[in-house]
């Protein structure tokens, strides 16, 4: 298997778990599982169901070659506003699952050779 051939997969197994994970995070705050932990951060009732759409479609556009991209700069804003929830109310430890899927967000990024102009080449 050639070396592109290698980080195709790589990149895809990383898009699909990704994928796994946003979904099953999004699922948490849309059956409202989230939402005392939401108001306890200070966060009004219904940000927890935007956030758990915002997650949902970004599971989706990751999974989608031509949105990639911008599922991965949405996500990435929804996670660095996971880190910041934590460490405003000081849950140092809580911000390594973030931090993770911002790591293997930007992996695919730069797996997939990504610039960060908006053309349409996959």
Do not use: C, D
């Not at 059956?31 to 989706?60: H, K, S």
Request: hydrophobic share 60%.
């Amino acid at each position: 298997m050639g070396s592109s051939k290698v980080t195709s997969v790589v990149s895809w197994v990383l898009v699909v778990l990704l994928a796994l994970g946003f979904l099953l995070a999004s699922v948490g705050k849309l059956t409202g599982a989230m939402t005392q932990m939401f108001i306890q951060w200070g966060y009004p009732v219904w940000f927890v169901t935007v956030i758990g759409i915002f997650e949902l479609l970004g599971a989706i556009g990751l999974l989608i070659p031509k949105l990639t991209r911008l599922a991965i700069l949405g996500l990435t804003i929804i996670m660095l506003g996971g880190v910041y929830t934590h460490l405003a109310n000081g849950e140092g430890l809580e911000v390594i699952r973030p931090g993770i899927f911002l790591v293997l967000l930007w992996a695919v990024w730069f797996l997939r050779r990504y610039s960060f102009s908006f053309s349409s080449e996959a």
